[in-house]
């Protein structure tokens, strides 16, 4: 069966300061995968999704990135964190059958 | 463009008790699937239940059900005999009509169980 593992859960940064958020996915091979960002008490936003290595699609302009390195790693970066970059942020992963599988989330929090 | 709309930002039921977690949604694509998302405290999300739109049924998954009205475009959850651990954020989905199979997620509804 399928796992995602994300670290680190839980993250504090103080602005300008660099992020990296790790997604690394067991159980399957060659998966889309997804980074979607949940503000407080909000839906989730789709940020970039990935169909396989080294490409990667942006959904929404803005000072985060994302790599994908290996066929089941998937990186979420910024150089600089501003403050409206905190966030739960949500790795995914497509099944067959159509719904997306979920990792546990990071939270960010940039003071 | 696709449009996912939770009209009830929050919900109570009494434990044992069924309710109806609303959903309504605006897609271009002819052939679609709507999707249940759960999401507890811990943040992690948790898939519930799908609908083809082309099913003849409804679907059901346990204690949960989906009422789907295609002609008045909704999809509503149905979760019967309430437990605590149902408190939760609900998000129902739908997939964009092109892309690589992500989806669109509406703003949730936040159930409460009250014992």
């Known amino acids: 069966s399928q796992t995602i593992h994300q670290w680190p859960a839980t993250l504090v940064q103080p602005v300008g300061s660099p992020l990296s958020l790790e997604c690394t996915v067991e159980?399957?091979?060659?998966?889309?995968l997804y980074w979607y960002r949940q503000a407080a008490g909000r839906g989730l936003q789709l940020l970039f999704y990935?169909?396989?290595?080294?490409?990667i699609s942006s959904e929404v302009p803005q000072n985060l990135s994302a790599s994908r390195p290996q066929d089941r790693q998937f990186i979420l970066s910024s150089k600089k964190l501003l403050l409206s970059d905190s966030g739960f942020y949500l790795c995914?992963?497509?099944?067959?059958?159509?719904?997306?599988?979920f990792g546990e989330g990071s939270r960010l929090t940039v003071l | 463009a696709q449009k996912i709309t939770q009209t009830q930002p929050g919900m109570f039921v009494q434990e044992k008790e069924a309710v109806t977690l609303d959903c309504t949604y605006d897609?271009?694509?002819?052939?679609?699937?709507l999707f249940w998302y759960k999401q507890p405290s811990s943040g992690e999300m948790i898939f519930l239940i799908y609908?083809?739109?082309?099913?003849?049924q409804n679907a059901t998954e346990g204690r949960y059900s989906l009422n789907f009205q295609k002609a008045r475009k909704s999809a509503n959850l149905v979760i019967s005999a309430s437990q605590l651990g149902d408190s939760a954020m609900y998000f129902c989905?739908?997939?964009?009509?092109?892309?690589?199979?992500?989806?669109?997620f509406g703003t949730g509804t936040r159930l409460t169980v009250i014992p």
């Open positions: 897609t271009s694509d002819p052939s679609y699937g």
């Open positions: 159980g399957t091979s060659n998966p889309n």
């Open positions: 990935s169909v396989g290595i080294g490409q």
């Open positions: 989905a739908i997939p964009p009509p092109t892309g690589a199979n992500n989806l669109f």
């Open positions: 995914a992963c497509g099944r067959v059958t159509g719904e997306l599988f």
């Open positions: 609908q083809g739109s082309y099913d003849q």
